[in-house]
């Protein structure tokens, strides 16, 4: 069964430090991994997208990596700021072909705090 | 502002009942997906159309369904409703030169909160 597990469920760090959210699963085939950014009541906004081959991919202060043989990725904020207080999840697509069978994490609920 | 609109913002509505929650889609977009959020299981993807016609399914019920019109605006129909779907439902579009490929951007509208009383 596909699964996507993240860590930690919930996170609170000061203003200014950086902090990383990581990402496991078990989705296969695997087509493409994204982070989005979720604010309380709102959409997801889609943060970065990476395909098999690529293993890190950069936006703005948000980084995220990919390790394909371990099955596991990770987002690292840097110089978080207020307005990154949100939850932040993975989701991984499976399928041949880029077909559209997406699987989401829970989330990681990241509070930061002045 | 996503550009994707998603009407209504809220809807209460009893057991047992039929709702229908409509999504129109960027200017351009040809793919539409429909998603689920409850406290307890996360999103959860049910559908996904493009120019009009069904794409890929998820662990949508029996008692949904979807469709895509010819002005690309899609409606999700939910019937004998059920404590158990009360939750947020999102709708998001994706550019049209992906052809509806899960590797292009999902722009998500701003749901709509299904309340099941």
């Known amino acids: 069964k596909n699964q996507v597990e993240q860590s930690p469920q919930s996170l609170i760090i000061l203003e200014g430090k950086n902090c990383t959210l990581q990402c496991n699963y078990t989705v296969s085939p695997f087509s493409n991994l994204r982070w989005y950014k979720q604010d309380t009541g709102r959409g997801p906004v889609s943060l970065t997208i990476?395909?098999?081959?690529?293993n890190t991919k950069s936006n703005g202060r948000y980084t995220a990596t990919l390790d394909a043989d371990t099955k596991q990725s990770s987002l690292h904020i840097t110089a978080s700021q207020l307005s990154d207080s949100a939850s932040y999840i993975c989701?991984?697509?499976?399928?041949?072909?880029?077909?559209?069978?997406?699987?989401f994490g829970r989330g990681t609920s990241l509070i930061v705090h002045p | 502002d996503s550009g994707v609109t998603q009407t209504p913002k809220h809807l209460i509505t009893a057991t047992g009942q039929r709702v229908t929650l409509r999504c129109s889609p960027r200017?351009?977009?040809?793919?539409v997906y429909w998603y689920q959020q409850s406290l307890d299981q996360g999103l959860q993807f049910l559908i996904q159309y493009y120019n009009g016609e069904e794409r890929a399914k998820g662990n949508i019920l029996e008692r949904f369904s979807a469709q895509q019109f010819p002005d690309l605006h899609s409606e999700l129909n939910l019937s004998s409703l059920e404590l158990g779907d009360s939750a947020l439902y999102f709708c998001?579009?994706?550019?049209?030169?992906?052809?509806?490929?899960?590797?292009?951007?999902?722009?998500f509208g701003p749901g709509t909160r299904l309340t099941v009383l």
């Open positions: 998001a579009s994706t550019p049209h030169q992906g052809g509806g490929s899960s590797y292009n951007e999902q722009f």
């Open positions: 200017s351009g977009d040809l793919s």
């Open positions: 989701v991984v697509s499976g399928g041949s072909g880029g077909s559209y069978i997406p699987t």
């Open positions: 990476m395909t098999f081959s690529e």
